[in-house]
């Protein structure tokens, strides 16, 4: 595959690690950071060389580029994008990699189609610190599998997702509510843990109980016994919180575990499964219906 020229606007964790997998594999990249603006912009400029990209003005860098990569913290991502209409041209592809809600991406792409050029939606799945350039990302947008194909064929790990823009961003923020969830999770079991003077006995028996059995496994029986024991999971959370607030301990996701409990027990359960179902996914149904029906 030939050379490609790609800017990449923003040059923190992100737009460092995919520089270096990207000029790596042979791409010609320019980079932007507003800490270029700077007096003491030295330190930014040798970053940028490390990682083989050139630094020059935000006007330079989309004006050079065949793929721009907008990789800023989120709350700018608007921002730039709108910086960047006046500087973009038909032929050029945008592709936002920020962690930004569908809406916020889909107010992207209608911004940028004053400029003429192509937008692609991405949507990081996994921390960059710890899995790097082979970190997966999905594509969207009508050009978004011509980019994934080039992006990956010069070292990422890009997927093409949908032709509609804001579904890969949907993906990647309600896989959160489980990524996130489990980390918080997690703290607050150790934490409690930690006070009652028991935290590695406990982190032992969960890690020898998820080891030893698939996650789909284990997910999917939590799931489908949901359907049974809902109410007698209720009354063991109420339990667990007051446990929590005796050594001390705000049970912070612990109470909102309790209150999902509760709200199942208006969900017309035991009428609709008067054993375990066969499924997680009937479940799953079941409820969404009942919630739509309680809106």
Not at 20 to 39: H, N, V
Not at 235 to 263: C, L, N, S, Y
């Amino acid at each position: 595959m030939g050379s490609i020229r790609i800017s990449v606007i923003g040059f923190g964790e992100v737009g460092t690690c995919f520089s270096k997998a990207l000029s790596s594999k042979g791409a010609e990249l320019r980079a932007y950071d507003r800490l270029l603006e700077r007096d003491d912009s030295e330190k930014i400029r040798s970053r940028m060389a490390d990682a083989g990209a050139q630094s020059g003005s935000l006007e330079e860098v989309v004006q050079a580029g065949e793929i721009v990569l907008s990789t800023v913290t989120t709350q700018y991502a608007v921002a730039v994008a709108e910086a960047c209409v006046p500087l973009l041209r038909p032929g050029q592809f945008f592709v936002d990699l920020n962690s930004t809600s569908p809406a916020v991406k889909v107010r992207i792409g209608e911004l940028l189609s004053a400029s003429g050029c192509d937008f692609v939606e991405g949507a990081i799945l996994g921390a960059i610190g710890a899995t790097g350039a082979g970190t997966r990302i999905l594509a969207g947008g009508e050009k978004g599998a011509q980019v994934a194909e080039r992006l990956t064929g010069h070292g990422l790990n890009v997927s093409y997702y949908s032709p509609e823009i804001g579904k890969a961003s949907m993906f990647k923020m309600l896989r959160g509510i489980l990524t996130k969830g489990l980390e918080t999770l997690l703290l607050e079991f150790l934490i409690a843990g930690k006070r009652a003077g028991i935290e590695r006995d406990l982190w032992d028996e969960i890690t020898d109980f998820m080891e030893k059995r698939s996650f789909a496994a284990i997910g999917g029986n939590w799931m489908q016994t949901h359907a049974v024991a809902y109410e007698r999971r209720y009354h063991e959370m109420v339990q667990v919180a007051e446990t929590m607030r005796e050594i001390g301990i705000e049970p912070i996701m612990t109470d909102a575990t309790t209150a999902f409990f509760k709200r199942s027990m208006a969900l017309d359960f035991d009428s609709t499964f008067p054993e375990k179902p066969r499924s997680f996914e009937a479940v799953v149904e079941h409820m969404e219906e009942q919630l739509r029906k309680g809106q």
